[in-house]
């Protein structure tokens, strides 16, 4: 029998059903205008069968859906008398038509945790259903406990986690660009002026002072672009779009102009901070401002095809070494971008240095989030590089190179590099590199790693900082404890003073040089001696949990570097064959942004795909950027490449449809000039911004368009800077294995002087290109590799490897065999929940279904396993 509740619900029901739902004739009726087509209510007193239809959520997945919307779709074969209901409450208003047997709608008023949506198909006889969880707003959603304490900087905040209304204003770019070039120049103020100028709606510019663009497919409209602000995970995103002024825009109904993509642009650098950040502007490590015209720039050309853009706080890596987090917040950013605006077809990124580690790391660790990478003066990540810079800092302290903090200590840094026992000429042989880059990476990247930083970036007031004597207490400002989530704790039986006097550890070390003989290769060449090889490595000594240099070398946390292979912050490239990759690569010196990580890159991933062809290196003679034309040349032919994989119907997995649809432009090169003859007009090179997108300068706009085979031509000709691959020439084997013995030794000297493809201290001790090893497995000491050679002082080679295993007593690297604790990157991981952590993470549930409103299903995009 009915309880009295039940009936008095199902009779509130029935009479609210017979009002419809007071919306306007876009929207879907709740009503149907019959007494006989009165569903039960949900959860009410029976049970319906499973209907025939599919919930689906487009925003994100389900269980990730965060600020209490989503937008879903509705598939059916008859909708017409169907109400869908949130919690039991009917919300079918909410939803509109999308063509033949589908509605959609943007869901508002989720409560936080699991959600029931229901559709009840049939008149009320049988029910599809679907859950959501979401989540704050605020974060997190699968990052775990958050970095405490935070620093709300924002003004308009209306809580603790920042949050606060989105702001917009506009800007557009003026007709007469090359004329404000020249008018605007302020000697007082040197620089150029900005490609945009403030637009005011209501006070708008005349239409003639307004630059025209055509869009991709075919638009043409006034340069206008509206800028949206807000936060989202405590800090700030920024999505820019091609507007209309007047026009609305909604998820379900937007301006015609956008054509579905979005490209995302990163910061550079890497650090930590304990506040709200700015969203970076600019694709070469935020370089704005004016020099868009000279530097080049895709966002001003993405915006112009149709592109919307997207920047957030988290996802800078000099705001947020937190990769997670990083992660994280574009999982938020897309879904709001998907909410508000509408889906998407796919993503594109961009950036260099530590915009390239944060688009690596993200689509190793968290594939689906980029459908495409460009990837400038790049690193693979961040923890094998913190192994290199940390060995240039210590070689650098053995050469007493690191610069004086005060005049007083002046004498001692001139005394230090006249005794350490080494010719400055062979100090590249220990480096594996010119010594400017490690000077550099002292001076820029490993302040970051102190936990006792003074200024501590963004802290709140009043917050003490570690100190190992005086605050032992204190909040441990450094990279390690900032991703201790990731890393874990460091066990008890090797915990330092304070960490005994604390009760707890501190982030686990993932890094370590135990066995690592620094300077091997350079005394098996005759370029340093004996006696200066064992006085380095007797000498060179670590660092403790404090990052403060002890005798003893630095000995890493097993845990730890396990966990940063498992997490993907040791970036060993498994999950990237669903992802073209075009990497932008100048020359060194490149103030520490050392070009053999393009080549580390490569080495990787050939390792695990069996195959590079997603990977595409453009090297240029400019330094750091390879070319002012890269960044925009390489988004025209990314977007070529990812049009090509949606529109693929000949069947396959992605990577197949990856590999089948690269375009003839999509391939090595090491001169821009071969970029005149791209699919999408003429690229000058060292052009800048001059070209797109459109033609500053008078009259460029009729440079005809060469046919793709001079381009061919002309990187048959310019070959030899890119290497002499004779089998590219098309020769028969037979030819090229006769001239290999003159062509090989050609190719590596091609490598070292043009591409400058440089080594590491570790590529010196014996190390591979990939330099993976951030713990090597250990093997006794081989007199084999310490040949007799009269001028290094290397008179018998057993006698001499006893003294070597004086030092080492362990034993030494072996590189032969894998590195200790490497284990495959595990994707979609998540740490726990806002009060408790999971260190190393564990997989999110698996989910086979697409999420389709983050990109076209083409690229088979789950967020999962």
């Not at 694709?283 to 095809?305: C, K, P």
């Not at 441990?476 to 915990?495: A, N, T």
Request: with cysteine; proline share 8%.
């Amino acid at each position: 029998m009915f309880s009295r509740n039940a009936l008095v619900a199902a009779v509130v029901l029935a009479l609210a059903g017979c009002g419809g739902s007071g919306s306007d004739s876009a929207s879907v009726s709740s009503g149907t205008g019959s007494e006989n087509a009165q569903p039960a209510k949900p959860g009410g007193p029976r049970a319906l069968p499973e209907g025939e239809g599919e919930i689906r959520v487009l925003s994100n997945r389900a269980d990730l859906i965060s600020g209490g919307d989503a937008l879903v779709e509705v598939v059916a074969e008859n909708l017409q008398d169907a109400r869908v209901f949130l919690n039991d409450e009917d919300i079918t208003g909410q939803f509109q038509e999308a063509g033949e047997g589908a509605w959609r709608g943007l869901v508002n008023g989720l409560k936080l945790g699991s959600n029931t949506l229901e559709v009840l198909l049939e008149r009320g006889k049988s029910r599809i259903a679907t859950s959501i969880t979401n989540h704050p707003k605020g974060g997190p959603v699968f990052s775990g406990p958050q970095v405490q304490p935070w620093n709300c900087t924002n003004a308009a905040a209306v809580d603790e986690a920042c949050n606060q209304s989105p702001e917009f204003s506009f800007k557009y770019v003026p007709a007469e660009q090359l004329t404000r070039l020249f008018t605007e120049f302020d000697p007082e103020d040197p620089g150029l002026p900005d490609a945009f100028l403030p637009y005011d709606p209501e006070n708008p510019p005349a239409d003639e002072d307004i630059a025209t663009i055509t869009t991709d497919e075919g638009m043409e409209l006034p340069f206008i672009v509206r800028v949206e602000t807000g936060v989202l995970n405590r800090d700030r995103y920024q999505v820019m779009s091609l507007y209309q002024p007047g026009e609305e825009w909604t998820a379900l109904a937007p301006q015609e102009q956008w054509n579905g993509k979005v490209l995302v642009h990163h910061g550079g650098n890497v650090g930590v901070s304990y506040g709200m950040g700015n969203p970076p502007n600019g694709d070469v490590s935020g370089l704005t401002n004016g020099n868009e015209l000279l530097l080049g720039d895709s966002i001003s050309v993405a915006l112009a095809r149709g592109f919307v853009t997207l920047s957030t706080a988290q996802s800078n890596l000099g705001h947020n070494a937190n990769l997670v987090t990083a992660a994280e917040s574009l999982v938020m950013a897309k879904e709001h971008i998907v909410e508000q605006y509408g889906p998407i077809r796919y993503t594109i990124g961009t950036g260099c240095s530590g915009g390239a580690i944060a688009q690596q790391h993200v689509a190793n660790a968290y594939p689906g989030i980029y459908q495409g990478l460009i990837v400038q003066c790049s690193y693979p990540d961040v923890w094998t590089t913190a192994t290199q810079f940390a060995d240039y800092n210590l070689i650098s302290n053995y050469l007493g190179l690191q610069a004086p903090e005060s005049p007083e200590d002046a004498p001692g840094f001139f005394e230090g590099l006249l005794n350490n026992g080494l010719l400055p000429t062979q100090w590249p042989f220990l480096y594996g590199h010119l010594p400017i880059n490690p000077v550099v990476s002292d001076q820029a990247f490993f302040p970051a790693a102190y936990p006792d930083q003074e200024d501590c970036p963004k802290l709140p007031d009043g917050v003490e900082v570690y100190h190992p004597e005086e605050r032992p207490g204190g909040l441990r400002c450094g990279l390690i404890d900032y991703m201790k989530s990731q890393f874990g704790e460091r066990s008890p039986e090797v915990w330092s003073p304070n960490e005994q006097l604390l009760g707890y550890g501190f982030g686990g070390i993932p890094l370590d040089n135990e066995g690592v003989q620094y300077g091997l290769r350079a005394l098996q060449e005759g370029l340093i001696n004996g006696q200066q090889f064992l006085d380095l490595n007797r000498e060179i000594g670590g660092f403790n949990v404090d990052i403060d240099y002890q005798p003893g070398r630095t000995r890493g946390d097993l845990q730890a570097i396990t966990n940063a292979y498992r997490t993907g912050a040791i970036n060993t490239g498994e999950n990237f064959e669903g992802v073209p990759i075009i990497d932008l690569r100048g020359p060194d010196p490149g103030l520490a942004h050392d070009a053999y990580h393009s080549w580390q890159t490569r080495a990787r991933i050939e390792a695990v795909q069996g195959h590079s062809l997603n990977h595409v290196i453009w090297y240029g003679a400019f330094p750091i950027a390879g070319d002012t034309v890269f960044t925009t040349e390489a988004l025209l032919v990314m977007d070529q490449w990812l049009a090509g994989i949606e529109q693929d119907e000949q069947g396959g997995e992605l990577p197949e449809k990856l590999v089948r649809n690269r375009p003839d432009t999509a391939r090595d090169r090491c001169l821009s000039l071969s970029g005149v003859t791209a699919d999408s007009g003429l690229v000058l090179p060292l052009t800048g911004g001059l070209l797109y997108p459109d033609p500053v300068v008078p009259g460029l706009e009729y440079l005809p368009t060469l046919p793709p085979e001079v381009g061919q031509i002309l990187d048959v000709a310019t070959g030899q800077v890119c290497g002499l691959d004779l089998g590219d020439l098309g020769l028969p084997p037979l030819v090229t294995d006769l001239l290999a013995p003159i062509t090989e030794p050609v190719v590596e000297l091609q490598a070292l002087l043009v591409q400058t493809r440089f080594g590491t201290p570790r590529t010196v001790a014996g190390d591979d290109i990939r330099t993976l090893n951030n713990k090597c497995p250990l093997k006794p000491v081989d007199p084999a590799d310490y040949p007799v050679n009269l001028t290094t002082g290397v008179l018998n080679s057993e006698n001499f490897a006893r003294r070597v295993a004086e030092i080492f007593p362990n034993g030494v690297c072996d590189y032969s065999k894998p590195p200790v604790g490497q284990v495959p990157t595990q994707v979609w991981l998540q740490y726990g929940n806002s009060e408790q952590v999971v260190y190393g993470g564990e997989p999110l549930p698996e989910s086979e279904t697409a999420v389709s409103g983050w990109a076209s299903d083409a690229f088979e995009v789950t967020l999962s396993q």
